[in-house]
């Protein structure tokens, strides 16, 4: 059974970095490409950054230059370093698995995985 665990969320002020974590098992999670989508109250579910298992990345255009993602695929485990936090990052956090190829307007759509953890809270304060 395939289970991604999303950690590390909390509460920081604008201008600070929080670092998520997501821990994948039930498969090598070096089979998908990985990514973190978050939601915020009354919205939609969006694609923050996505990272293929080579290590290829893409980024929303709103975390570019503030977010970086990264994975360990000998320890499973997806990271999402957030720095320079604005209130507008407020949200949950999910970690998303899915294919290594998809067309580039799904890979960060929601529609394009297939596994998603449960997520993990970030609150910025202005």
């Known amino acids: 059974q395939v289970t991604l665990v999303e950690s590390g969320g909390g509460s920081a002020q604008t201008g600070g970095s929080l670092r998520l974590s997501c821990t994948a098992s039930g498969y090598s999670n070096s089979q998908y490409a990985m990514a973190w989508f978050r939601q915020a109250p009354g919205k939609q579910r969006e694609g923050v950054a996505r990272?293929?298992?080579?290590?290829?990345?893409r980024y929303a255009d709103s975390v570019t230059g503030r977010f970086t993602i990264s994975r360990d695929n000998d320890k499973h485990t997806l990271f999402l370093q957030m720095t320079s936090l604005e209130p507008e990052d407020t949200g949950m956090y999910y970690c998303?698995?899915?294919?290594?190829?998809?067309?580039?307007?799904?890979?960060?759509?929601?529609?394009?995985?297939?596994?998603w953890g449960r997520g993990t809270q970030v609150t910025v304060s202005s």
């Open positions: 990272i293929n298992s080579p290590g290829a990345t």
């Open positions: 998303a698995a899915g294919p290594q190829l998809v067309d580039y307007h799904l890979q960060l759509a929601t529609r394009g995985y297939d596994f």
